[in-house]
């Protein structure tokens, strides 16, 4: 199970907020049962299969151009890690658990 950290930045608009954007991306999201997901407040992090997540930001990259955006700049992280199951949670209270 992969967990990716991406961000999607429309480029070009009329005005400087990006809440907007940022909503209309998440509605794809929104629909989808085989991801898990949370927004955050510079980027969403989305974990599941990796073809899935890949398949699903392509659509959300869309949605800005949609929407009028000239140019849309998406930067993804990614962490597929095939040892074991990794999950966002799991990565949050290993670092805790050493804190």
Do not use: W
């Amino acid at each position: 199970m992969a967990i990716v950290e991406f961000t999607i930045v429309p480029l070009g608009t009329k005005d400087t907020s990006l809440s907007k954007y940022v909503a209309d991306c998440h509605k794809v999201l929104e629909g989808e049962e085989n991801v898990k997901y949370q927004l955050t407040p510079m980027g969403t992090i989305i974990q599941g299969d990796l073809d899935l997540i890949l398949d699903i930001i392509r659509r959300m990259h869309e949605i800005p151009f949609k929407n009028g955006a000239l140019r849309v700049s998406t930067s993804i992280k990614i962490d597929d890690r095939r040892d074991k199951n990794s999950t966002m949670e799991g990565k949050i209270k290993s670092v805790k658990e050493k804190l």
